[in-house]
């Protein structure tokens, strides 16, 4: 994971994120390469996730009320 492009895609969607990284990986090597140039354009627009990157994080968060 470079950027977290394909599971922010994957949590949009609602789908599992390593299936969304596995279809990227295929179209990428089919296309020959503009796969990635895209992976950096999605990746430069993508608004940035302010929630916990994961269950340890949303544990130890602290809530603000």
Not at 2 to 14: N, Q, S
Request: hydrophobic share 50%.
């Amino acid at each position: 994971m470079i950027a977290g492009v394909c599971a922010g895609i994957g949590t949009y969607l609602d789908v599992d994120p390593n299936l969304v990284r596995i279809v990227w990986a295929v179209l990428s090597l089919g296309s020959l390469g503009t796969g990635i140039l895209l992976y950096i354009v999605v990746w430069l627009l993508m608004p940035e996730d302010d929630g916990p990157s994961g269950p340890i994080d949303a544990e130890f968060t602290v809530k603000e009320e």
